[in-house]
């Protein structure tokens, strides 16, 4: 349905935001890179991809504390000084590093796409003020690239 939905938007001239969640209960490799490559098929004009969040009295947090997905001080610790996400969830399987990692990854393997380059590029040229956008925009996400390195 979604993939549909996408196409009808893409012929009618309408922008789709795409926003998709990496850290979930279930939450592997695989489902990590099944996610990008959907997000690449779908090709939302933009995303934003979060992680799983367990704030206290939701059902993520009891099923995280039940089953030992915090980390062991149990401190819950959503973003770091500078506001960048952190993951609060880490599995057996599946590192808060590597789900953490799993977000850098899965915006490059999105935007540093040659097709969606220039459809960003394409609409820089058209609008002056889209152009202004998009470079500011551009600075952010290196910064946010950056950031989530440290």
């Known amino acids: 349905m979604a993939r549909r939905f996408s196409d009808d938007c893409r012929k009618l001239g309408i922008k789709i935001h795409g926003t998709f969640i990496l850290g979930l ?7 990590i890179e ?4 959907y997000a690449k098929e779908i090709n939302p004009h933009t995303i934003q991809v979060s992680l799983a969040a367990p704030y206290p009295g939701t059902v993520l947090h009891k099923q995280a504390v ?19 996400q952190l993951s609060a969830i880490g599995y057996p399987h599946l590192s808060r590093e ?18 969606k380059i220039w459809e960003i590029v394409r609409e820089m040229l058209v609008s ?4 202004k956008r998009r470079l500011q925009e551009g600075v952010q996400f290196f910064q946010f690239l950056r950031e989530h390195k440290a």
């Open 25 to 31: 209960p279930g939450e592997t490799h695989e489902t």
């Open 34 to 37: 099944k996610t990008i490559r």
């Open 66 to 84: 039940e089953n030992g997905w915090l980390n062991e001080t149990k401190v819950i610790t959503l973003v770091n000084p500078t506001g960048t």
């Open 98 to 115: 590597e789900i953490y990692r799993g977000v850098e990854d899965f915006y490059k393997r999105f935007y540093f796409r040659p097709a």
């Open 128 to 131: 002056w003020e889209m152009m």
